[in-house]
Nanobody
Framework: QVQLVESGGGLVQPGGSLRLSCTSSGRTSSSYAMGWFRQAPGKERAFVAAFSWSGPSIYYADSVKGRFTISRDNAKNTVYLQMNSLKPEDTAVYYC?????????????????WGQGTQVTVSS
């Protein structure tokens, strides 16, 4: 089992920034992949970004490319999602998730473990 806890959400004005954190515990592995997803009210869950702990590549959804950045602190088992130039359409509950496989994918059904989510609201 892998436990994930997200934090860092909140209310921010358009153009502002937030940094989300996702700390993992339990049966973690360097061969796993981790992703960020979001779900806006009335919409399906959508891919935001993902990477594999075993490799350097990071993948972003086109809608966030150039504005969002993933970083990680291996010693703390923590992954960060730095979100800049936020837009009202970024408003959603943000989830981190773990896929027990090194392959990176944007398909949410491939991820087995999920955090509880953190609300991000972009509004003036």
């Amino acid at each position: 089992q892998v436990q994930l806890v997200e934090s860092g959400g909140g209310l921010v004005q358009p153009g502002g920034s937030l940094r989300l954190s996702c700390t993992s515990s339990g049966r973690t592995s360097s061969s796993y992949a981790m992703g960020w997803f979001r779900q806006a009210p009335g919409k399906e869950r959508a891919f935001v970004a993902a990477f594999s702990w075993s490799g350097p590549s990071i993948y972003y959804a086109d809608s966030v490319k150039g504005r969002f950045t993933i970083s990680r602190d291996n010693a703390k088992n923590t992954v960060y999602l730095q979100m800049n130039s936020l837009k009202p359409e970024d408003t959603a509950v943000y989830y981190c998730a773990v896929r027990p496989s090194p392959g990176v994918t944007s398909a949410d059904y491939e991820y087995r473990y999920w955090g509880q989510g953190t609300q991000v609201t972009v509004s003036s």
